[in-house]
């Protein structure tokens, strides 16, 4: 089976940037952004997404999600 991982707490850290700051430059709660470092997640909003997206300027979202075979 193929699991999706979540690479936004490497990102973060590539960037030294903390959940607090991007929680806030993203306009997303701390909690969910503190959820998908965690992988504490069983569905994604694509809003939150895409804000994410446009927060850390990444191209492609394949720089925050990956499938990964277990």
Known sequence: MKKIKIK??????ERNM???QLAEL???RPNAISNL???YVD???IEHLEKIC????LES???LLEIESQ
């Open 8 to 13: 936004l707490k490497e990102l973060l850290i």
């Open 18 to 20: 903390t959940q607090s």
């Open 26 to 28: 993203a306009d997303v």
């Open 37 to 39: 470092c965690r992988g």
């Open 43 to 45: 569905r994604l909003s």
């Open 54 to 57: 446009e927060a850390l300027q």
């Open 61 to 63: 979202i394949s720089e």
